[in-house]
């Protein structure tokens, strides 16, 4: 039987980013019940980098990700895991109190108001009437998702750690203070788990005996649509997103993406899009734009995790020896995947919180799955 330090349940981009942090000093397993690492999540999200995005938390360990981004190690990637994009916060009639909350809650230096015209400048399609105030962001980034993903599990593997796919945890034991991890296809044993597993977190905590963090899968729902632009002239422009975030569209390879920002509860599944998610997308997008949306591409959807305060929960189960959380990423997986890799390695390192993030006031409690117990 196949025997680790460590087995990390999941293979999105949170179980990669803990297994790549991990590898270099535990003998680690990463286990993946789909044929490939990446389907659910992972492989769907808009690829922004915004610090400016989420509650103060996801915020911090943004900025705490960024020099990963900026500076892999050697050999990472051969492509820019990051490149310029921007953002822009637009708000119609009657959302002034959405623009000064926007401002208010801002990191310093990260967002700025700027003019009806500058934003027309920005993103020329904004020119019509709906438009009335707009913060700007011009720190946002493009990420490279699939980059960053296969980096680490590159990385995770060059250090000798073991990818297992199509193997689905459906049983796990502890005994003397060893876990056995039943699969679909094998068994293995490890010392630690991480789990790291999606929408399935709370199952896969079943499995091991914790309790339940209360994790709610959210759909959220994609779509790429034709614009008469050309692919250079699309490329210019910023990501637009609505100052309450009933929608937004950036430039997605020489197409648009848009989303209704929606956040229905859903079960843990392949997440399908409705067509009625798409059309109130299409007619809002349509309010706010000179766009005409005839021709859809493409659409589909993903389960953004959350737990009740909306921050991750990361670290040590409290009653379940040898049980680590790395769950509820929201939306803002992979933007703060090389922090949460650093911080879950640290809690099974038993080195604390790393550094440069206790020095923003961050606290291991705030991680805690203990906070959500009521
Ligand atoms: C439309 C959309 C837009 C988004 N935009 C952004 C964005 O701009 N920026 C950003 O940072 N984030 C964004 N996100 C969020 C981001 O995609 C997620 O936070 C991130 O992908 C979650 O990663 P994960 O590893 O937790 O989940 P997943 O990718 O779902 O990985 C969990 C894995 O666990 C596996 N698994 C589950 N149960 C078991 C089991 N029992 N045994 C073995 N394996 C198991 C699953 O098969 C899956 O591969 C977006 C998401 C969506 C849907």
Not at 224 to 236: D, K, L, M, R
Not at 260 to 277: G, L, M, N, V, Y
Request: net charge negative; with cysteine.
């Amino acid at each position: 039987m196949a025997d680790f330090d460590v087995a990390v349940i999941g293979a999105g981009i949170v179980g990669a980013s803990c297994a790549y942090a991990l590898a270099a000093t535990h003998r680690v397993a990463l286990v993946e019940m789909e044929a490939r690492p990446g389907y659910h999540t992972t492989g769907r999200s808009a690829a922004l980098f915004e610090e400016a995005y989420g509650p103060r938390v996801i915020r911090q360990i943004t900025v705490a990700s960024r020099g990963f981004f900026e500076s892999p190690p050697p050999g990472f990637s051969s492509s820019p895991l990051l490149s310029p994009r921007g953002a822009l916060f637009i708000a119609g009639a009657g959302k002034d109190a959405s623009v000064e909350k926007g401002l208010a809650d801002a990191l310093p230096g990260t967002v700025e108001e700027i003019s009806r015209a500058e934003a027309i400048a920005l993103c020329p399609p904004l020119d019509t009437p709906w438009l009335r105030r707009a913060l700007f962001d011009r720190a946002a980034m493009d990420m490279d998702v699939n980059a960053i993903h296969q980096g680490y599990l590159r990385g995770f593997k060059a250090a000798g750690g073991t990818i297992v796919c199509d193997a689905e945890v459906e049983g796990l034991e502890r005994a003397a203070g060893r876990w056995t991890l039943r699969t679909r296809s094998q068994t293995l044993r490890a010392t630690q788990i991480v789990n790291a597993a999606g929408a399935w977190a709370d199952r896969v905590g079943a499995l091991a005996g914790a309790r339940p963090i209360g994790i709610v899968p959210k759909r959220r729902t994609a779509f790429i649509f034709e614009v008469p632009e050309t692919a250079a002239e699309i490329g210019q422009w910023p990501m637009a997103c609505e100052i309450d975030e009933t929608f937004y569209f950036k430039p997605e390879a020489g197409l648009v993406l848009a989303s209704p920002a929606d956040e229905t509860p859903s079960p843990p599944c392949d997440a399908q899009p409705e067509e009625i998610d798409v059309a109130e997308c299409a007619e809002r997008v349509q309010a706010a734009t000179r766009f005409r949306i005839e021709r859809i591409r493409r659409r589909w959807a993903g389960l953004r995790c959350f737990v009740a305060d909306k921050c991750p929960v990361l670290g040590p189960d409290p009653d379940v020896r040898g049980f680590h959380w790395a769950a509820g990423p929201g939306g803002y997986g992979i933007m703060t995947s090389p922090a949460v890799g650093r911080i879950v390695a640290g809690f099974i390192r038993q080195t604390g919180l790393p550094d440069d993030i206790s020095a923003m006031g961050v606290t291991p409690d705030e991680f805690s799955p203990a906070r959500l117990y009521s």
